[in-house]
């Protein structure tokens, strides 16, 4: 059988089985919709919060970019992990105890303020929306090339699937359908992970094949990936950060606590019975999370050196790599680059017309480098490869059978709808059920409301397709702007509401606006105004991280300082919250007295 045929065959039966469980499991109430029912047991909700979790960033992108970050492309791993437990720690079970809906409604409620309520709404939807966005770039990878169409067709596809998939169901049926999801992309991430590490080091465990000898010789993998790309003129693989220490710190904590503030992952821990199933969840999601994220570093550098070992015969052979005969020839390239090339996202510009491929870093100021490639006659770099591409291409770079990378393209594509599908959710219950129901239209009935939301989920879907054809980003650098807008917004709000009695609503309110307008100014200013391109003003702060070197993926950490300093300094100059709030969050920080979520709107 073919690799479309089969392709077809493991995609098709995977969303049958989706549209089985969702159909099977689909919402009858507002309850059911937005938090099933408040009755799903504490491990099924872990591997729902992980497939939801490994968003097409994680499963797509997050690889890609370490294999192009290299060691700096670990703050993924630490930020995304350490951001879990901060949430299961700190969060999870306060906000669970509370028995909301949502974070608008826990804001509504602690800052006794609907103006609180309709900022943290704000928030919400700018995170939600810009993460998305993300996750729109993966649904175009993936459907990209699993239909063999350009990018932006693959877009408008996913764009149809995720908002017939997400309307259907709501989260009961997103819940379950998640489950059987985790299944398939955790299993489509891990095989081939330990078919290549088998090849290439022997070792079936990729996490331990990652330090282990290349087969065949004294030399370890990382070694010899460092020997590779240095000689090509890259930054060494073991020890490249992204700009400087400070930036990877700022940007691993934005990440962190970005984590902690995301709204549709919060909403996760409504879905279970009690409180203490909201800490058994976390801990159960962490696991699952855990099995992806440790083996995504050996993916990444697999994927690498398989990458360099395509093109460039003397990555196995130990010859010259800027000797002609070593660069493959184009017309002799194999099939899984011609398969990536018809979308868009691996692309060869043959500079000096020789006909072969040369992959190099023509931008390094290495002297020795330099001197090789001019010697050879190599005119530039002449192979772009989208890091998006690298996990779902991994399987076919590494020549595995055809079901494994039937296999790989439905994990993709698992994972892409699932996130997607998640955060459709936050934002439809954001605008029917925080701000119309529970603020402009508070006599709408139930069926208006679910339609309202369904309403929104399309507006939302529209506007992220449309950005996503423009992406800001690669998929996991567009959702670490989603996390610095979380992290500088509703992190420090959402702390301060359970840990601080003395917070008031005009701090609260303030710090939020501060957190998220300057984040914004300084995000804005480098991908353009609303992500629109040409609209950025780099000229007008100084130029390209001007802030002390801090890339805006990782300003969501300073923003969320600003936060936490102009709340902290608005409560002290204005009165104290009432008594009945300030016991209030004092009872909600006693860990007993666990509340099942009713399911009604009244609480």
């Known amino acids: 059988m073919s690799?479309?045929?089969?392709?077809?065959?493991?995609?098709?039966?995977?969303?049958?089985?989706?549209?089985?469980?969702?159909?099977w499991a689909r919402a009858g109430s507002t309850s059911e919709f937005y938090v099933a029912g408040g009755g799903v047991h504490p491990v099924l909700n872990g591997m729902a919060t992980g497939a939801d979790w490994m968003s097409a960033a994680s499963f797509i992108s997050m690889a890609g970019l370490i294999a192009n970050m290299g060691y700096g492309g670990s703050l993924f791993l630490m930020g995304w992990t350490g951001g879990y437990v901060l949430l299961a720690m700190l969060l999870a079970p306060y906000l669970r105890k509370f028995g909301k809906f949502t974070v608008p409604q826990f804001v509504g409620d602690r800052f006794y303020s609907k103006g609180a309520s309709s900022v943290a709404v704000i928030c919400l939807l700018t995170a939600s929306l810009?993460?998305?966005?993300?996750?729109?770039?993966?649904?175009?990878?993936?459907?990209?090339?699993?239909?063999?169409?350009?990018?932006?067709?693959?877009?408008?596809?996913?764009?149809?699937?995720?908002?017939?998939?997400?309307?259907?169901?709501?989260?009961?049926?997103?819940?379950?359908?998640?489950?059987?999801?985790?299944?398939?992309?955790?299993l489509a991430y891990t095989i081939p992970a330990i078919f290549i590490s088998l090849q290439l080091t022997g070792n079936p465990i990729p996490q331990l094949g990652l330090g282990s000898d290349m087969v065949g010789s004294s030399v370890s993998l990382l070694e010899k990936l460092n020997l590779i790309v240095t000689d090509l003129g890259f930054a060494e693989y073991t020890t490249s950060v992204p700009g400087?220490?400070?930036?990877?710190?700022?940007?691993?904590?934005?990440?962190?606590?970005?984590?902690?503030?995301?709204?549709?992952?919060?909403?996760?821990?409504?879905?279970?019975?009690?409180?203490?199933?909201?800490?058994?969840?976390?801990?159960?999601?962490?696991?699952?999370?855990?099995?992806?994220?440790?083996?995504?570093?050996?993916?990444?550098a697999m994927a690498k050196m398989n990458l360099h070992a395509t093109v460039n015969k003397a990555v196995h052979s130990g010859g010259d790599m800027y000797a002609t005969e070593n660069s493959i020839v184009y017309d002799e390239r194999p099939a899984w680059m011609?398969?990536?090339?018809?979308?868009?996202l691996?692309?060869?510009?043959?500079?000096?017309?020789?006909?072969r491929i040369q992959y190099y870093n023509d931008k390094t100021k290495n002297p020795e480098v330099l001197a090789k490639a001019q010697a050879a006659g190599w005119q530039g770099n002449e192979l772009s490869v989208n890091a998006d591409i690298m996990v779902l291409a991994n399987p076919e770079i590494a020549m595995l059978p055809n079901w494994v990378i039937a296999l790989v393209a439905a994990g993709g594509l698992?994972?892409?709808l699932s996130t997607a599908a998640g955060l459709l959710l936050a934002i439809s219950s954001a605008i029917s059920h925080d701000l119309l129901k529970d603020m402009w239209m508070p006599n709408m009935s139930e069926k208006g409301?679910?339609?309202?939301?369904?309403?929104?989920?399309?507006?939302?879907?529209?506007?992220?397709?449309?950005?996503?054809?423009n992406p800001p980003g690669f998929a996991a650098g567009t959702v670490a702007l989603a996390f610095g807008i979380a992290a500088s917004s509703l992190f420090?709000?959402?702390?301060?509401?359970?840990?601080?009695?003395?917070?008031?609503?005009?701090?609260?309110?303030?710090?939020?606006?501060?957190?998220?307008?300057?984040?914004?100014?300084?995000?804005?200013?480098?991908?353009?105004?609303?992500?629109?391109?040409?609209?950025?003003?780099?000229?007008?702060?100084?130029?390209a991280n001007s802030f002390f070197g801090i890339t805006p993926e990782a300003f969501g950490a300073i923003g969320a300082l600003i936060n936490f300093g102009v709340a902290y300094v608005v409560s002290k100059m204005t009165a104290a919250p009432p008594e009945h709030i300030q016991h209030l969050v004092e009872s909600v920080r006693v860990p007993r007295g666990a509340k099942a979520v009713d399911g009604s709107h009244g609480h």
């Open 338 to 344: 011609q398969r990536w090339e018809v979308t868009g």
């Open 414 to 416: 698992a994972a892409a």
């Open 244 to 300: 400087s220490k400070l930036n990877m710190f700022v940007y691993t904590v934005s990440l962190m606590i970005g984590t902690a503030g995301l709204p549709h992952v919060i909403v996760r821990f409504f879905t279970v019975p009690k409180v203490k199933d909201a800490r058994y969840s976390a801990g159960w999601a962490l696991v699952f999370i855990a099995i992806l994220y440790t083996t995504a570093p050996a993916v990444a």
């Open 492 to 543: 420090p709000c959402l702390m301060m509401g359970i840990f601080n009695k003395r917070m008031n609503k005009e701090g609260a309110i303030a710090g939020m606006v501060a957190g998220l307008l300057v984040t914004l100014f300084y995000v804005f200013a480098h991908k353009g105004i609303f992500f629109i391109k040409g609209t950025d003003y780099l000229g007008l702060i100084g130029g």
């Open 130 to 186: 810009t993460y998305i966005i993300g996750q729109m770039t993966g649904v175009g990878v993936a459907f990209s090339r699993f239909l063999g169409v350009s990018n932006a067709t693959g877009i408008y596809i996913g764009m149809g699937i995720v908002f017939m998939y997400a309307v259907f169901g709501g989260m009961k049926g997103i819940t379950y359908t998640q489950v059987a999801q985790y299944c398939v992309l955790i």
């Open 3 to 23: 690799l479309a045929a089969i392709t077809y065959l493991v995609v098709g039966l995977t969303f049958a089985l989706y549209i089985g469980i969702a159909l």
């Open 346 to 355: 691996l692309k060869f510009d043959d500079k000096n017309g020789d006909g």
């Open 449 to 469: 409301e679910l339609m309202a939301g369904k309403i929104a989920m399309a507006c939302s879907i529209i506007v992220a397709g449309y950005l996503g054809l």
